[in-house]
């Protein structure tokens, strides 16, 4: 994979603002930034001044690809800097609860108003309405209150939250990348500019439709008893001898058929019969899962490494670079020293790219200032009314 990325990538000519937070509206602007955006990330001027134990913001891999300048939104002159820079953006990310912004006087009215073609992309828990807008929340609460942490787990125990992929990440930061880019084709397309109100409740929700079409067809029943939630012997994890695991998800006949092979269970007709009876599924998880117990888990990775049963061993973050598929793909080669996943997808014309390393707050101040034509006068000014900080932040 070409990580440098000479060619043209496909946001090339895309500017976004960030307004800096952690979490799902900082994935969405890295993938944005992976893509080709220019991606100025606003910070507060106290980031570094009061920074967290053991944080590094050069290591904080979510906030590649950016440039930062950091202003104090609490005086006029920061807020009005933050408005020249919307006149020339596309995009701005906000991530604060519905009415911050607002209060400060960079709110969606005040951008549109000096661009009428922006896409104002609001990064909420709750949504920009309702009688739970204000109320603080993370992603374990949004996938709470939207049922879909209480599809998680095993028949035996209670929910288990999928660490904060699901609500923040796959959820929320992955559908405010794409609702930024629908906004963007429909504003050059002439609808104007527009606030988009993307919540996390809603995309935890959205994540979980293919349940409730299950549902619709009476084909869910209770956590852990189902065909994707570990109630099917052919679908779940398995302990082995060495206290590691493999995953298994022979779903279909074919599949399961050669897992049978595999652990030397194909000639019991119960077994067989559990691909389609679910009254058996039980019986068949225990009798697959004291197979599984009988070798380590490399054995069983050697042998099924052969076989069409779609039986992978489970590995960690270290193991995982070294697997050949990912190896052949490039998955997690270093960049600046640091090893990261790669930008994904692929484009074979216009490849994505890891272009800067995670920035220090305001350390292209500067740089993005260069840009609006401020006077070094002016930034004199500015930095000792403790608007902005100039000349890089330091550490």
Not at 116 to 132: F, H, Q, S
Request: aromatic share 6%.
């Amino acid at each position: 994979m070409n990580w440098s990325g000479p060619g043209a990538a496909p946001l090339r000519g895309v500017r976004v603002l960030e307004h800096g937070s952690k979490g799902p509206s900082q994935f969405g602007a890295m993938v944005l930034a992976d893509l080709g955006a220019d991606v100025i990330r606003v910070d507060r001027l106290t980031a570094l001044d009061r920074p967290i134990a053991g944080y590094d913001p050069r290591l904080d891999l979510l906030n590649r690809g950016r440039r930062s300048i950091a202003l104090d939104l609490r005086h006029e002159s920061g807020v009005e800097l933050l408005r020249r820079l919307v006149r020339s953006a596309d995009a701005v990310i906000d991530p604060f609860r519905p009415g911050v912004t607002t209060r400060l006087g960079a709110g969606p009215e005040e951008c549109l108003a000096v661009n009428p073609v922006l896409v104002y992309a609001r990064m909420t828990g709750w949504g920009d309405d309702g009688p739970y807008a204000r109320k603080a929340g993370h992603d374990i609460n949004f996938l709470a209150a939207s049922g879909v942490l209480g599809l998680i787990g095993r028949a035996d125990s209670g929910p288990v939250p999928p660490l904060n992929l699901v609500g923040d990440f796959g959820g929320g930061g992955m559908l405010l990348a794409i609702s930024v880019l629908a906004g963007v084709f429909a504003a050059r397309a002439g609808a104007g500019g527009q606030v988009v109100d993307v919540a996390m409740l809603d995309a935890s929700a959205l994540l979980a439709t293919v349940v409730h079409a299950l549902r619709a067809m009476d084909s869910w029943g209770p956590r852990g008893t189902n065909l994707l939630d570990t109630g099917a012997p052919y679908y779940d994890v398995y302990e082995t001898a060495d206290g590691g695991y493999v995953s298994v998800g022979a779903m279909e006949r074919a599949f399961y058929e050669e897992l049978l092979r595999g652990v030397g269970l194909d000639g019991d007709p119960a077994m067989l019969a559990a691909h389609q009876d679910r009254t058996l599924w039980t019986e068949a998880k225990k009798r697959l899962a004291e197979a599984f117990r009988t070798r380590t888990r490399d054995e069983w990775a050697a042998e099924f490494a052969g076989r069409e049963a779609c039986v992978e061993p489970v590995l960690n973050l270290d193991e995982a670079t070294e697997h050949p598929q990912v190896r052949h793909r490039r998955i997690y080669e270093p960049r600046f020293g640091v090893p990261q996943p790669a930008p994904a997808p692929r484009f074979a014309a216009t490849p994505a790219s890891v272009r800067r390393p995670p920035p220090l707050p305001g350390e292209h101040t500067d740089e993005i200032l260069d840009g609006l034509g401020l006077s070094a006068a002016e930034r004199a000014h500015l930095a000792t009314a403790g608007v902005l900080r100039t000349g890089g932040a330091t550490r």
